[in-house]
């Protein structure tokens, strides 16, 4: 009588049991795919904010390295500007053109100074190669004295230029009496070539040429036996 009063509630204990596993899990598994989600949710998020970080610092970087290339093109500009009409005075002088019979020897190797001045004041804003271009071309421009109470001469001939009433031995001693006109501007040419890289302004960079080709773009040999 016993047994068959408790049977009952064995079963209900076990229905019971039964009902609380499926309410639990009724009620677990919506919260653990919530929190699932949400895990993957969070580590999506995380990995997102992560990109727009870098996206962000990226920009940043490029801004600031767009504005310091524009400042060092300003830069090199202004001093282009000082530095090509002194290029130019001694490129005419040892080509016989433009005004330069209006300039004394002494007027170009004062040009001369004023350029080295001017770029080796301003050394840390150009590239290694612009420089050494530069420096041919001041190479093929003038010999230098070597000393340091010297006077560097003009790597031209004294032919068709008029002394100005100097003495003839001070007169001469501006000229070294060679003739460098070809290898001088081959050498402005590789200047002004190189200076649309060096200011940024890849539309104006020049196509490689022949020598030939860059020669043609010089002034004319004029012949001192016309003088």
């Known amino acids: 009588?016993?047994?068959a009063n408790n049977k009952p509630d064995s079963d209900r204990k076990i229905w019971n049991s039964l009902e609380i596993c499926?309410?639990?899990?009724?009620v677990i598994t919506p919260i653990a795919?919530?929190?699932?989600?949400?895990?993957?949710?969070?580590?999506?998020?995380?990995?997102?904010?992560?990109?727009e970080r870098e996206q962000i610092e990226q920009r940043r970087l490029a801004d600031a390295d767009a504005?310091?290339?524009?400042?060092?093109?300003?830069?090199?500009?202004?001093?282009?500007?000082e530095?090509?009409?002194?290029?130019?005075?001694?490129?005419?002088?040892?080509?016989?053109?433009?005004?330069?019979?209006?300039?004394?020897p002494a007027d170009v190797i004062e040009?001369?100074?004023?350029?080295?001045?001017?770029?080796?004041?301003?050394?840390a804003l150009f590239t290694p190669t612009f420089f050494d271009l530069y420096r041919t071309f001041m190479r093929?421009?003038?010999?230098?004295?070597?000393?340091?109470?010297?006077?560097?001469?003009?790597?031209?001939?004294?032919?068709?230029?008029p002394s100005l009433f100097m003495e003839a031995d001070r007169w001469k001693g501006y000229f070294t009496q060679e003739d460098r006109r070809k290898d001088l501007c081959l050498a402005y040419v590789a200047l002004l070539g190189a200076l649309s890289e060096e200011l940024l302004l890849q539309s104006l960079k020049m196509p490689i040429q022949t020598e030939a080709q860059q020669f043609s773009t010089c002034p004319p040999l004029y012949e001192r036996a016309t003088c």
């Open 67 to 81: 504005k310091e290339r524009e400042s060092v093109r300003g830069f090199r500009l202004s001093i282009y500007k």
């Open 22 to 26: 499926k309410l639990a899990a009724t």
């Open 83 to 104: 530095a090509a009409p002194l290029l130019n005075e001694i490129v005419s002088y040892h080509f016989y053109v433009g005004s330069w019979k209006e300039r004394s």
């Open 33 to 51: 795919v919530v929190a699932l989600g949400y895990l993957i949710w969070s580590g999506q998020r995380s990995v997102v904010q992560h990109w």
């Open 140 to 161: 093929q421009s003038f010999r230098s004295a070597g000393n340091y109470h010297g006077e560097s001469r003009i790597r031209t001939q004294d032919g068709c230029r």
């Open 111 to 123: 040009s001369k100074r004023q350029l080295d001045t001017l770029m080796y004041s301003n050394i």
């Open 1 to 3: 009588m016993t047994d």
